[in-house]
């Protein structure tokens, strides 16, 4: 865990979204998915498309539509000015704020899909769902 929390730091710092992949993307979410996708920081682009790739190579996930979609869109709500410091606080002794960002999500998602802005929600809770636990696990690598 230590491990992939450093690589998400050295990803946050210096890890540059490639705009190629938005092809990709744009044939999984639909328009409206898609521009809030775009709104997102760099680091939240970056880190979501990682995710995506992780649940469509995932035996358990991978032809899941509605994980593809939230791998994509989980973090639309966190704040695109979050610095890395905060972040590091969020790891190291928590942060309240950084907490609220999965109802963030399901606000900005709950008219244009529903079924993801639940799950949006959801990404962060303690659940029973086979499917979630898997995703919560991809989430952290």
Known sequence: MILARIKQGIRFLFGKYENKNDIEVKKVLSEE????????????????FRLYKMVVADNLLGGLKEYQKLALLHDCGKD???SFFKRVKKVVIGDKELDRHALASFEKLKTINKDVAELSKAHHDDVENIYMKRFQELDDK
């Open 33 to 48: 998915e898609f521009e809030i996708f775009s709104a997102m920081s760099e680091y939240e682009k970056i880190h979501s």
């Open 80 to 82: 695109n000015k979050t």
